[in-house]
């Protein structure tokens, strides 16, 4: 039995949840705690749509659970023996963590949650916790939880990356290409974790690796797509791909984008403040209502418009429209509005996300 992959692919599957699931576990508290869902309610009528989904949403290797996002990796494993969090240490680099416990001069690892990750992760915004078993009379030991944030947006199909027990000489990372060389390349040397929460900086000074100046202009076309079908609808917002990849190796796409539902309205926004408030891409008022927490998202990284003609890559946000609806002849919106049209900066410097606030 899963209880803990259980609960993550429950909120994955189910799309969207107007809360995290109840906590059965530590584990799945942790998950909860780090708000491992599509998205909630910021108030009675908003829907906040905040992860993307990746398949499989969770699994087990061996004695360690993990549950993913498209952005976010969580990897829970229940100690074997009674440790003080003071004695614990999480190392990672790009594609290795290591996970190591004081004893007496010298720390011993703990192989289960030690070895090369199937893919590389970021450090920046890392951390781990430590959640308590309360039940004195329960066998079952304290769990680590350690939160990652994936390099790529893609999903993992494993944990570790297979090694050849033949010989680790051969053992090396994985090297960014292309956009994602704009992201921090001398991460090779294991550095330790912050614990229970990563370490942003401040909004005056955030804990970024390299300044990065946003042109909000630049990122978005000024164009959508919409495809419609009965009382289902796709609304594509396009990018520009040399951009978009520019802000994505400054901060993951889950923790910039976001998209704000209401019954009557669509609003995508990146999570960067400017005079207190994110910046808005896109505006879209709703010719019919939709049911906001049965919306859902995804990247869409080749999206063929004829008009600006061209691929690009697309914000994909899938509507549900309420019974009654039209059949799908008329158009979806009665009015939109780009990224121009919404008093966004043509420039931003030296800017913060949402974590940094």
Not at 39 to 56: I, N
Not at 279 to 289: T, V
């Amino acid at each position: 039995a899963l209880p803990t992959a259980t609960a993550a692919a429950a909120m994955f599957e189910a799309g969207v949840s107007s809360k995290v699931p109840a906590a059965e576990s530590p584990e799945s508290q942790a998950l909860a705690d780090e708000g491992f869902a599509f998205g909630s309610y910021l108030d009675g009528q908003t829907f906040q749509l905040q992860r993307f989904l990746a398949l499989p949403p969770g699994s087990q290797d061996g004695d360690v659970e993990w549950a993913q996002s498209m952005g976010k990796l969580v990897i829970m494993y229940e100690l074997p023996e009674k440790v003080d969090e003071n004695d614990l240490a999480v190392e990672i680099n790009r594609w290795q963590v290591k996970v190591s416990v004081a004893d007496g001069k010298r720390r011993r690892e703990l192989p289960a949650v030690t070895g090369d990750l199937r893919h590389t992760v970021r450090r920046l915004n890392s951390y781990w916790k430590l959640e308590r078993n309360e039940d004195q009379s329960s066998e079952a030991g304290d769990t680590i939880c350690i939160f990652l944030t994936k390099q790529d947006h893609h999903p993992w199909k494993e944990l570790w990356k297979p090694v050849s027990k033949m010989s680790t000489v051969y053992r090396r990372s994985v090297f960014p290409y292309a956009h994602g060389a704009y992201a921090v390349t001398g991460e090779d040397r294991f550095a330790e974790l912050p614990r229970d929460a990563p370490l942003w900086g401040s909004l005056e000074s955030p804990n970024i690796d390299k300044p990065y100046t946003f042109r909000p202009m630049k990122l978005c076309v000024g164009a959508d797509d919409v495809l419609r079908e009965g009382r289902t609808a796709s609304v594509y917002i396009l990018f520009n791909r040399h951009e978009l990849m520019q802000l994505h190796a400054f901060c993951p796409l889950e923790d910039v984008l976001c998209a704000d539902i209401t019954e009557m309205q669509l609003r995508v926004s990146v999570k960067i403040f400017v005079d207190g408030q994110y910046i808005h891409i896109f505006e879209g008022d709703l010719q019919e209502p939709c049911i906001p927490e049965k919306s859902s998202w995804e990247m869409v990284w080749c999206r063929h418009c004829e008009e600006p003609f061209g691929d690009f890559p697309a914000l994909r946000v899938n509507l549900l429209l309420r019974e009654g609806a039209s059949s799908g002849d008329g158009p979806l919106f009665h009015a939109r509005r780009h990224v121009a049209a919404l008093g966004a900066p043509e420039v931003v410097d030296g800017v913060a996300t949402e974590q940094a606030r």
